[in-house]
């Protein structure tokens, strides 16, 4: 009886039952605002048993390029064009973000069992974004999967942030943090 109520709440709020109630997925975190920015060769100082890793951001060069008159065009008394205008085409590029190495917080490589790297493979596969078997193995496949998820976050990096483990349901979440 108790189950069949439980069911039936489950099945009120996905349908829109309760009230007009919605039940909407949780939102994403924001990956970029874990990143810091040191200049020195290390990880930031922390405390013991935080672990950091670490991704080289690559730079962001944009390129321009547009057409630039160089004569303009020449009319006869009637406005017909007697030569048309020339053009040269302008290429220039400038810098829009320099290459960095930025840090993370990130599971402990203790943590990283075999289970854990299966149960990532199993939460990302159900997001579509890992699509080969379940091995427990940090493979390359593995790896892109992580950068792709991270990437729609603002971490472009295949090594994985405790924010991206916890918002898999990977890492436990600290009760100062919700």
Same mark, same amino acid.
Do not use: N
């Given at each position: ?54 991704? *080289?951001? @690559? #730079?962001?060069?944009? !390129?321009? %390029?547009? =057409?630039?008159? +160089? ?10 064009? *007697?030569? @048309? #205008?020339?053009?040269? !085409?302008? %290429?220039? =590029?400038?810098? +829009? ?82």
């Amino acid at each position: 009886m108790h189950r069949q109520f439980l069911l039936g709440l489950v099945l009120a709020a996905t349908l829109g039952g309760c009230g007009g109630a919605r039940v909407e997925a949780p939102g994403q975190a924001l990956l970029s605002r874990e990143l810091v920015r040191l200049r020195g060769d290390g990880p930031p100082p922390s405390p013991d048993g935080e672990c950091w890793a670490s991704s *080289v951001t @690559p #730079a962001v060069i944009e !390129t321009v %390029t547009e =057409q630039v008159l +160089v004569t303009e065009e020449v009319r006869d008394g009637s406005g017909a064009v *007697v030569e @048309p #205008a020339s053009y040269r !085409t302008q %290429t220039q =590029q400038r810098m +829009v973000q320099d290459r960095e190495q930025v840090w993370f917080r990130a599971p402990c490589p203790a943590d990283q069992t075999v289970q854990f790297v299966a149960s990532l493979q199993r939460a990302l596969k159900a997001r579509g974004l890992y699509l080969w078997p379940v091995t427990g193995e940090m493979d390359a496949e593995t790896a892109e999967a992580v950068r792709r998820f991270q990437a729609e976050r603002g971490l472009d990096s295949p090594v994985l942030s405790l924010a991206a483990a916890r918002e898999l349901g990977l890492a436990a979440t600290a009760l100062d943090d919700l």
